[in-house]
């Protein structure tokens, strides 16, 4: 059974930067999806980013891109994001997921596997 836990999450200021943490368990890289969303009051969940299927680049928002970067350490059974040149906009409760089959990184209903959320806040 995958467990998932984010950590990470705090208040920065505009065009400051995070780097959000999430340890998995029973998750093996490369065979599915390992991805992360975000939530922000009043708004659907969307992706963020992603590493999928075994693909050496990943997937990412247009929304993020350049500034977000997504990674994995095997050795720690953990994924980061980067987050780099926060915006306001980016004030979300941001989430990891992992899904068990190869399919579209950006579709909600391809994971299975959910954590717990960690809060960022990006003041003006």
């Known amino acids: 059974q995958v467990h998932l836990v984010e950590s990470g999450g705090g208040s920065v200021q505009t065009g400051g930067s995070l780097t959000l943490s999430c340890v998995t368990s029973?998750?093996?890289?490369?065979?599915?999806?390992m991805g992360w969303f975000r939530q922000a009051p009043g708004k659907e969940r969307e992706a963020v980013a992603a590493?999928?299927?075994?693909?050496?680049?990943?997937y990412y928002a247009d929304s993020v891109k350049g500034r977000f970067t997504v990674s994995h350490d095997n050795a720690q059974n953990t994924v980061h994001l980067h987050m780099t040149s926060l915006q306001p906009e980016d004030t979300a409760m941001y989430y990891c997921?992992?899904?068990?089959?190869?399919?579209?990184?950006?579709?909600?209903?391809?994971?299975?596997?959910w954590g717990q959320g960690t809060q960022v806040t990006v003041s003006s």
């Open positions: 029973g998750y093996t890289y490369g065979r599915g999806l």
């Open positions: 997921a992992t899904g068990l089959l190869c399919r579209l990184p950006d579709r909600i209903s391809n994971y299975n596997t």
């Open positions: 590493i999928y299927c075994g693909r050496i680049d990943a």
